[in-house]
C-alpha cells in the first residue's frame, strides 16, 4: 500500500518509490517509505514549502534521527535520503547530497550462562502453561529455536510449517538476510519437541501455516511482541539487566544467536576439530555473507571467551596470507 505523501515533493516520491519496487525486494522498499516519509514530514514542519532541499535542512534531520536511533540506523537512513536525492538532482531540484555519518557497533550482546539459560527455558514454559495467551507458548519454543540453532530472530518468524522436514531434522529458510536462502539441522531432540509443538497449534499438517501465527492466523507474529514476552521472561527469573544508554538494545532474543555461536566454536574446539576446519561451516550454517559477520561474533566474546578469538584471528591470518600471496 502507497504512503500518502503530502509535500512539495510528493510527485518525485510516487515516481522514486514506483522506480524502486520494480528492482527491490518488499522489506527494501517499506523501509524507503518509512524514512522518505520521516525526512519530507521534517521538510514540512520546518515550514520549507519550496523545492529545494538544503545543507542546513539535512543537517537538521540528521540530528533529529540521532536523538531517537543507534548510530548504524542513522547512517542507513542516510544512505537511503542519499540515493532520492540524486534522484532529485537529475530531476533539476536543487538538493544538498551528504556525506553518510560514519557509525560506531552500539550493539553489545548478552551472553547467556548455562544456568541462566536453564532459567529462561524454566521461566518461559511456566508462562507458556500459566497464560492463555498463545504468543508465551509461541516464545517458549522460539527461544529453544534461536538457542539451538542459531536463527536470527526474524528469520525464525517468518518460516512456515512446510519449511520444516521432520524426517531429516531441518529447517530450509527462504527469507533470510542477504537472500541467502540454507538449510539448517536440528537435534533430534528440537525436532522432537516441534512436531509436539506443530501438533498442539494445530498447524502440522497445514504447510502454509506461520510456524509462529500473530493474530491474524496467516501472518507471523511481529519481532516486538516476541521481544517484549522475551523481556518479561527475563524480568520474572530476576535475570532482566536494564539498558545503560537510550535506544540501546540490551539483553534480546537475537543474544541467543551469539551464545550458540560462541557455544558451537567451543564445541568444535573440545571435539578436536581445527579452526580452519570448524570456521567455514559455522559461517555458512549462520547465514553470513562472508567471514567478517562471524568474526564480529566472536569479537563480542573477546572479554568472555579470549582463547576462541585468539583461534579464529590466527585462522584469519592465515587465510588472507594465503590470498595475498596468490595476487
Same mark, same amino acid.
Given at each position: ?25 518488499? !522489506?527494501?522498499?517499506?523501509?524507503? &517509505? ?12 520546518? !515550514? ?5 532541499? @538544503? ?11 540521532? @536523538? ?22 537529475? +530531476? ?7 556525506? +553518510? ?24 514454559? &511456566? ?7 498463545? @504468543? ?9 529455536? #534461536?538457542?539451538?540453532?542459531?536463527? &536470527? ?8 510449517? !512446510? ?26 531432540? #528440537? @525436532? ?34 516476541? !521481544? ?41 574446539? &573440545?571435539?578436536?576439530? #581445527? ?53
Amino acid at each position: 500500500m502507497m504512503i500518502e505523501f503530502k509535500s512539495v515533493f510528493a510527485i518525485e516520491l510516487y515516481d522514486y518509490l514506483s522506480i524502486r519496487q520494480m528492482t527491490l525486494e518488499k !522489506g527494501t522498499c517499506n523501509f524507503d &517509505r518509512y524514512v522518505l516519509g520521516d525526512f519530507v514530514k521534517y521538510h514540512t514542519e520546518h !515550514g520549507l514549502d519550496g523545492k529545494v532541499v @538544503t545543507e542546513e535542512l539535512i543537517n537538521g534531520w540528521i540530528q533529529h534521527l540521532r @536523538t531517537k536511533n543507534h548510530s548504524r540506523t542513522v547512517s542507513n537512513k542516510v544512505s537511503c535520503l542519499r540515493s532520492f536525492l540524486r534522484y532529485l538532482h537529475h +530531476c533539476g531540484v536543487p538538493a544538498f547530497i551528504p556525506q +553518510c555519518p560514519k557509525y560506531h557497533e552500539d550493539y553489545v550482546p548478552y551472553f547467556f550462562s548455562d544456568a541462566e539459560m536453564e532459567e529462561v527455558f524454566l521461566y518461559s514454559d &511456566r508462562a507458556a502453561v500459566g497464560d492463555d495467551d498463545k @504468543t508465551d507458548f509461541e516464545v517458549a519454543m522460539l527461544i529453544r529455536i #534461536l538457542y539451538g540453532c542459531g536463527l &536470527r530472530h526474524g528469520e525464525a518468524l517468518h518460516l512456515t510449517r !512446510g519449511d520444516v522436514d521432520f524426517n531429516r531434522g531441518t529447517l530450509f529458510m527462504r527469507k533470510a538476510k542477504n537472500k541467502k536462502q540454507r538449510i539448517v539441522p536440528m537435534h533430534p531432540s #528440537l @525436532t522432537k519437541m516441534l512436531v509436539q509443538y506443530c501438533v498442539a497449534m494445530n498447524i502440522y499438517e497445514k504447510p502454509d501455516a506461520p510456524l509462529f501465527p500473530g493474530t491474524n492466523p496467516d501472518s507471523p507474529v511481529s519481532i516486538k511482541k516476541t !521481544g517484549n514476552r522475551f523481556k518479561k521472561i527475563l524480568k520474572s527469573a530476576n535475570l532482566y539487566i536494564p539498558p545503560e544508554k537510550i535506544n540501546q538494545r540490551g539483553q534480546c532474543l537475537h543474544c541467543l544467536r551469539h551464545v550458540f555461536a560462541i557455544k558451537s566454536f567451543a564445541q568444535a574446539e &573440545r571435539n578436536g576439530r #581445527l579452526a580452519a576446519d570448524s570456521v567455514p561451516y559455522l559461517s555458512v550454517y549462520l547465514g553470513h555473507f562472508n567471514m567478517d559477520g562471524t568474526e564480529k561474533y566472536m569479537k563480542f566474546s573477546s572479554d568472555i571467551f579470549p582463547e576462541y578469538t585468539e583461534m579464529f584471528e590466527a585462522y584469519s591470518a592465515s587465510v588472507f596470507t594465503v590470498l595475498g600471496g596468490a595476487e
